[in-house]
């Protein structure tokens, strides 16, 4: 597959549709970017690296990281995680309370912010330094070991955290959040900050192209269940309530972030991350997501 000239085509494309958007300012620090930016970066389960435009420019990867983070939580508390989290599509917008209520603070799925925050507790429970220890394992999956916060982001978002709080709260009052509520934002906004680029993220990804095993040290991180698993959830839950919008157009599992970027894979295949920050309504990238539906309509191919 001639993969250099695929990007190529989909990147010139996509840039030729002028698609509009809008920067994430929920987060003050998050509206200093420049809105033009637009990279592609794919990798294939073989090691090869493609890219094309704005792809060794770090950004905030956001709730990308909620990945990261299931991917450690889940190899340790196994399917007992399954107790403290769901794992259906929420079809309500990422920060949303609408639904705890009914089911009794068990948030639907680790990828929207509830179901994350409850996994920030368990990592709070399992580690003395929870939030370094998911630093450290993307440092490890991306082979990169300068990946870090922005302090500026993580401050900005702290700042402005009070309906990440309201949510941790509500889950607290259920029992199913047991670490202060103060200290947890914190390791989450932490979390959120970590910037990357496209590179580096799509090298992370592979480990989710690869069966759970890091590509870099050959090391069996999840096992093939676990590995599947984590991609079912990305593919019903990664896309806010759009995720059935982006099974039918791209049909890849994968997670967006509201800094605008989407890592995604075909496993046993390739990863691949685009970023741009405008962000469509539902807080999805617009490139990206454009970007991606042509990638795979050209491929001829999907998970489907
Ligand atoms: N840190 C962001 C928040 O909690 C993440 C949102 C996202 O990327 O979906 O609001």
Redesign the pocket.
Known sequence: MDYRHLLEEVYQEVLSLDLKGTI?T??PELANVDESKFGISLITTQGAVFSVGNTEEKFSI???S?VFALAVVYPILKESLWERVGVEPSGNP??SLIRLENENGVPRNPLI?SG?LVITDCLREIFENPIDTVLEFIRKVSNTPDIDYCEATAQS?LTH?S??KALAYFIKSYGNIKSDVEELIES??YQ??IEMTCTELARAFLLFANTGVNFYTNEELLTKSQSKRINAIMQTCGF?DEAGDFAFKVGLPGK????GGIAAVLPGKFSVVVWSPLLNEK?NSTKGMKALELLTTKLGYSVF
């Open positions: 994430a929920y987060i956001q709730s990308i909620k990422f920060n912010n994350a978002e955290s309906r990440n989450y906004s959120c900050s806010y967006s972030g509201v800094g807080g």
